[in-house]
């Protein structure tokens, strides 16, 4: 049987819905037109690893999230991403990231500290509060969110702009934290139409510190360094752990919307 986009986005946003639990087989199988076995392998081929590892990976990586942009207790965010008490949260993750959640938290500063060296910023930041908005989206992984994957998966939907209402790019993974080769943007449009080839989901829904990117999207991480800088040097809120939203107002106007914790 011939592996369909659609159906496998579908499952991999419930699973990542879900990143706080094990997804059963079962579950698998009654979304899907797989067997646990054959998506299994469908699923490797496509993302390189397996179910259980990507489930697995999902948990740590939103824990160390947790662990920089909150300031939960260890034992609370053990709870939260799936862990029942915390010394197997901490085992788990000291293997993952060679280091013990708390040494995580207290190097903080050096997760960030290449990536903003000698940066300077006057970045203007608001706080908003988005309404969700149901989008059509694709994922790809775009290997440390570099421009020439994102910009093929955009001329690849082009043809049909004249469709589309508003444009998004859905940051999924922090790119300081997770694996390069792992990390997934979607591109994500509103439109009256159906979109072949696209998934029906949601974006926002939230509190949101907003800031602008202006100039050629090639130049943007110029931008996230000004509001990292700015973020850690300030302290004035805490950032979750969900998507990134960019909204692209104009060709060199993007706005970048980060969740805020609470």
């Known amino acids: 049987m ?13 699973i990542e819905a879900n990143f706080d639990r094990e997804v059963s087989a079962y579950e698998i199988e009654s979304m899907s037109h797989y067997s646990y076995r054959n998506f299994q392998r469908i699923f490797f081929k496509l993302f390189n690893e397996t179910v259980s590892g990507f489930q697995k990976r999902l948990r740590l990586e939103n824990a160390y999230k947790k662990l920089i942009y909150t300031e939960d ?11 029942f008490n915390i010394q197997s949260f901490s085992k788990a993750f000291k293997k993952q990231y060679s280091i013990s959640p708390a040494e995580a ?4 500063q050096d997760i960030f500290k ?7 910023t006057d970045l203007k930041i608001e706080l908003k509060y988005k309404d969700a908005v149901s989008v059509y989206c694709k994922f790809i992984k ?3 969110y570099n421009n020439e994957e994102i910009d093929a998966l955009w001329k690849e939907i082009e043809p049909d702009t004249e469709i589309f209402d508003a ?5 999924r993974d922090q790119p300081l934290i997770t694996n390069h080769s792992h990390c997934r943007y979607g591109a994500a449009v509103t439109s009256d139409e159906v979109i072949k080839g696209f998934v029906v989901s949601e974006i926002f829904g939230g509190k949101y510190a907003r800031f602008t990117h202006y100039g050629p999207y090639g130049n943007i991480l110029e931008t996230y360094r ?8 300030e302290k004035q809120f805490l950032l979750d752990n969900s998507d990134v939203i960019e909204e692209y107002e104009e060709p060199e106007i993007t706005h970048i919307y980060f969740p805020l914790y609470g």
């Open 105 to 108: 938290r207290k190097q903080k």
């Open 73 to 83: 207790s260890l034992s609370e965010i053990a709870w939260q991403v799936g862990y």
């Open 114 to 120: 290449k990536f903003i060296e000698n940066h300077q």
């Open 142 to 144: 775009a290997k440390d």
């Open 2 to 14: 011939q592996a369909n986009f659609s159906d496998i986005q579908k499952i991999v946003d419930h």
């Open 167 to 171: 444009a998004y790019g859905v940051i």
């Open 226 to 233: 000004s509001f990292y800088q700015l973020w850690l040097s």
